[in-house]
């Protein structure tokens, strides 16, 4: 079946630091993919999304491009902030309208 | 932009008791609702599908009977947790799918933490 792997956290960076979130995907098809951000105690928010291989998503200073061919989605931001902190979650969609979610991956990032 | 609402955002109840969490789509219509499980530092359960209508679509292991679920109409679905315990405490989160143009995607609930005493 269709699966969404995601380092593991958590991401401890510096503020201003460069972030990389890697995500990989195992899927049939053509799906298209997303990344969600959830901040403590708060429910998901679509952070962006591609929905075709060599799309780049891109908001608030993140971004990420659909590679089909290493199948994979990795979130990227030049300069973390304080507030960036939260849990991500990479996930999958296909016609189901079900996402597939990876495990989450926590970032810590310190003043 | 499609906005999903949930209410309580927070609840506590004593333990036998029930408790109804509503999820809305508050500026669309959604013929399908998700309701997910969030336990602490893991990534969200689906554990049913809820089609305007009719029956939900339980997910493997999800009691049906504990978890009843009701999508009355195109805007509201509701999640009863009954006879409540302890074991489940937990976040709920419900999404909705939508869309503009033929374009659909899930858009999210804030979730809502429920602690059982």
């Known amino acids: 079946g269709d699966s969404v792997t995601q380092m593991e956290g958590p991401v401890t960076l510096s503020e201003e630091a460069f972030l990389t979130i890697n995500c990989t995907y195992t899927?049939?098809?053509?799906?298209?993919l997303f990344w969600y951000v959830q901040y403590p105690g708060e429910g998901l928010q679509l952070l962006l999304k591609?929905?075709?291989?060599?799309d780049k998503g891109s908001n608030k200073g993140f971004e990420a491009t659909y590679r089909k061919e290493t199948t994979s989605f990795h979130l990227e931001k030049g300069s973390v902030q304080v507030s960036d902190s939260a849990v991500y979650f990479c996930?999958?969609?296909?016609?189901?309208?079900?996402?597939?979610f990876g495990r989450g991956t926590s970032l810590i990032v310190h003043p | 932009g499609a906005v999903v609402s949930q209410h309580p955002s927070w609840v506590i109840c004593k333990s036998g008791t029930s408790v109804k969490i509503e999820c809305r789509s508050l500026?669309?219509?959604?013929?399908?609702m998700f309701w997910y499980r969030q336990f602490p530092k893991q990534s969200l359960m689906l554990m049913a599908t809820?089609?305007?209508?009719?029956?939900?679509?339980?997910e493997q292991g999800v009691e049906k009977d504990k978890f009843l679920i009701n999508h009355a109409s195109l805007t509201l679905s509701t999640l009863t947790v009954t006879s409540a315990h302890p074991e489940d405490s937990s976040f709920y989160i419900c999404?909705?799918?939508?869309?503009?143009?033929?374009?659909?995607?899930?858009?999210f609930g804030p979730g809502t933490r429920l602690t059982v005493t």
């Open positions: 999404s909705a799918k939508g869309g503009v143009a033929g374009v659909y995607e899930q858009y």
């Open positions: 899927a049939t098809g053509y799906p298209s």
């Open positions: 591609a929905t075709k291989a060599d």
């Open positions: 996930a999958l969609l296909k016609g189901s309208y079900i996402p597939t």
């Open positions: 500026d669309f219509q959604a013929t399908t």
């Open positions: 809820s089609n305007e209508g009719s029956k939900a679509t339980y």
